[in-house]
């Protein structure tokens, strides 16, 4: 008898724990994603800070699902699909039929319709997101140095993050503990110290989508930490260098998108209704 074909698209949380759910029922799994590994997502704001190196929260998928023998891996990009004959097309030409299909593709960033802002304000989702934040992060720092040794003086330390959401406070919270304890004593020229982390929101307070007691609490440790909290301040344009806050502009050494997610494009290849996120809409089971 010939087993059902069950493919799972992406390999994050939802995908593995779909795959290792059906670990004992008799089907042929393929689990497909775009990268040889799964990581930790909610630290990976640990990784752009510096606090933790990438192979702390990754993990190659094959060897998670290594003992599990109805399951395999294939890293490969899906482009569609053909829902008529259930097939999965990939890149670069090739298919994987089904006889049931997973979409966990997760989400990616939404900058609102300015995609234009992503080079100069990153977002984080995947590991190569928080590298590149680390990376402009540390940087910041070593040409303020570069420059004070040079003329005395250097621009401003200012690290901007737009969006009080969970990842935004992270963010924000571990970039105060990074500029004001880790680095405090590597620099002869700058205060790390005196850095300013500032946190926009263009809601009426962080944590929206937390009862209020939570929010509050969330901001008064943050404004502990030494980070500048700003809430109605609605960005309506990122520059080198600098935010736009409608006709202020603020001095950016570097900023960090935090402030909004669409889901994975794949969703509304499937021909069923999405809300303005691009979610699927579902059913309760």
Not at 166 to 175: I, K, P, R, S, V
């Amino acid at each position: 008898m010939t087993v059902p074909r069950v493919v799972i698209i992406g390999g994050g949380f939802g995908g593995l724990y779909a795959a290792r759910a059906l670990r004992r029922v008799p089907v042929a799994l393929t689990l497909v994603d775009r990268k040889n590994h799964h990581n930790f997502q909610p630290l990976l704001y640990q990784v752009a800070t510096a606090g933790l190196s990438p192979g702390d929260i990754a993990r190659p998928i094959r060897e998670i699902l290594r003992r599990q023998k109805n399951a395999e891996v294939l890293m490969a990009e899906v482009t569609g699909f053909d829902l008529a004959r259930k097939a999965v097309k990939l890149a670069g030409g090739g298919e994987l039929p089904y006889d049931w299909l997973i979409v966990a593709s997760g989400a990616r960033h939404s900058y609102f319709g300015h995609d234009e802002w992503e080079k100069l304000a990153p977002g984080l989702k995947t590991l190569e997101d928080a590298l590149d934040m680390r990376r402009r992060i540390l940087l910041a720092f070593e040409h303020a140095e570069r420059e004070a040794d040079l003329t005395g003086t250097h621009a401003p330390l200012n690290f901007v993050i737009i969006g009080a959401g969970a990842t935004g406070l992270e963010l924000a919270g571990a970039l105060a503990e990074v500029a004001r304890r880790v680095l405090a004593r590597d620099f002869r020229n700058i205060d790390p110290a005196k850095s300013r982390i500032i946190l926009l929101e263009g809601g009426p307070r962080v944590l929206s989508t937390y009862p209020g007691d939570l929010s509050r609490s969330a901001e008064e440790q943050l404004r502990d930490l030494g980070v500048e909290v700003r809430t109605g301040a609605q960005v309506t344009r990122v520059a080198p260098g600098a935010v736009y806050i409608g006709e202020e502009r603020l001095p950016a050494a570097v900023v960090l998108w935090a402030a909004g997610v669409q889901a994975s494009p794949l969703g509304k290849l499937l021909g069923s209704p999405t809300d303005r996120a691009g979610r699927v809409l579902v059913e309760p089971d």
